[in-house]
């Protein structure tokens, strides 16, 4: 997986990884070749045979075909929420320059999916771990609909104690779980629940909707797609359980896995990845919200 700024995709690299290339490139320059976007990484590629057995301009738009397959696949998911046009056949990747809400946050999730989000997380004092939790929660209460609640219980969250401490303050505000089991001498940092979604209704009893979400940025996740176990935090953290199991949730900056995502989707739950949360954007983002994504971008791009 290729990392900014300097990291390049191989010949062995999925049509995915190098689109995200591809549109990275675009988003610098305004427009770029698929040709030229492929040259230059196939050329230094110890991958590459130059021995004349394989023509290495086959190669290159092989490569290119396969891109433009996957940004016109793109296209048709997100339509205009999508911020690049492929025109010339396909071969030439335009980027939408403007300054809509929607072209920032796609250009957040593509760049904290490409930069290394362990050193790189903190741009201009703003997390963008934290900011794609809030990011994540603002989805997931479009996609649940009308009088959908939403808390961040992440370890970015720094606005309220420990985590025992959201927890027991989550626990009354949905109305379940009882009081919070102190488990004395285990440290569970957020016990992988980042994003915690309920829909109830007014007579705020028990039995309603509830999700725990995990937020991954970064490309460094398919092994960590079932850490979040809701039963076992359940009956580690409550004292009374809820009446319906919550249901699982994933969400990632990156695009998932096309080849395996059944697989893949079986171990994370209800998936979320870039392009399903642009599906579920509101047309009204909160302005604090999006000027940290804005500041955050400007920072690398600047």
Not at 43 to 53: A, L
Not at 81 to 95: D, E, H, R, T, W
Not at 147 to 169: C, V
Not at 274 to 296: C, H, Q, S, V
Request: aromatic share 10%; with cysteine.
């Amino acid at each position: 997986m290729f990392k900014l700024p300097d990291g390049i995709p191989t010949l062995r690299s999925s049509a995915q990884e190098w689109a995200d290339y591809a549109e990275y490139l675009a988003l610098i320059n305004g427009s770029i070749s698929l040709h030229d976007v492929v040259k230059a990484p196939l050329m230094v590629s110890d991958e590459t045979v130059t021995s004349g057995i394989i023509d290495t301009t086959d190669q290159f738009n092989d490569k290119a075909d396969e891109i433009s397959i996957e940004i016109n696949r793109r296209q048709n998911i997100s339509g205009s929420k999508y911020p690049f046009s492929a025109i010339q056949n396909g071969y030439i990747l335009q980027y939408d320059a403007d300054d809509q809400d929607l072209n920032w946050i796609y250009r957040f999730l593509l760049l904290s999916t490409r930069l290394n989000m362990t050193k790189q997380k903190i741009q201009n004092n703003i997390d963008g771990t934290q900011v794609f939790e809030m990011l994540s929660a603002t989805v997931a209460k479009k996609f649940f609909g009308e009088n959908t609640e939403s808390d961040i219980l992440g370890t970015s969250r720094s606005d309220i104690g420990g985590f025992r401490e959201k927890l027991a303050q989550l626990s009354q505000r949905i109305g379940e779980g009882g009081t919070i089991i102190a488990n004395e001498g285990f440290r569970p940092q957020d016990d992988n629940v980042d994003v915690v979604i309920w829909k109830g209704f007014t007579d705020k009893m028990p039995s309603k909707i509830i999700a725990f979400g995990q937020c991954k940025t970064g490309t460094s996740w398919e092994d960590r797609l079932s850490e979040l176990n809701v039963d076992a935090f359940c009956r580690n953290w409550f004292t009374i359980q809820p009446v319906m199991t919550p249901l699982r949730m994933f969400f990632c900056a990156q695009y998932f896995p096309l080849k395996i995502w059944r697989v893949r989707a079986n171990e994370a739950g209800l998936v979320f990845d870039r392009f399903r949360i642009l599906d579920y954007l509101p047309e009204n983002i909160d302005d604090a919200l999006m000027g940290d994504i804005k500041t955050w971008c400007s920072a690398i791009l600047n």
